[in-house]
């Protein structure tokens, strides 16, 4: 059994950083792809970013040049680094883990999920 368990969620300022962390135990998940969903109240949970296991990245337009996704296979943990946050990034994260040899931007290419973290930007 496969889990997620995200972290590093907060209240910061517009323009502030916070940097979410998602720790994977249960198996190896070195050879899938992982990636960050957000979700807010009153909306679908939308894509936010991707990375494969060679590191290949894939951001959601709303995200680039703000948000950084990385990954450490030796520890089995996924980051993602938010910049320049905005009142609009505010929504719960959630981390997700897909087989896929691709980077799917759709939830349900995605077979493992954490509980998902908070993230709020005040203006």
């Known amino acids: 059994q496969v889990q997620l368990v995200e972290s590093g969620g907060g209240l910061v300022q517009a323009g502030g950083s916070l940097r979410l962390a998602c720790a994977a135990s249960?198996?190896?998940?070195?050879?899938?792809?992982m990636a960050w969903f957000r979700q807010a109240p009153g909306k679908e949970r939308e894509f936010v970013a991707a990375i494969n296991w060679s590191a290949r990245q894939y951001y959601t337009d709303s995200v680039k040049g703000r948000f950084t996704i990385s990954r450490d296979n030796a520890k089995i943990t996924v980051y993602l680094q938010m910049n320049s946050l905005k009142p609009e990034d505010t929504a719960v994260y959630y981390c997700a883990a897909s087989p896929s040899v691709l980077l799917p931007t759709e939830p349900t290419k995605y077979n493992y999920w954490g509980q998902g973290t908070q993230v709020t930007v005040s203006s």
């Open positions: 249960g198996r190896t998940l070195s050879n899938y792809a």
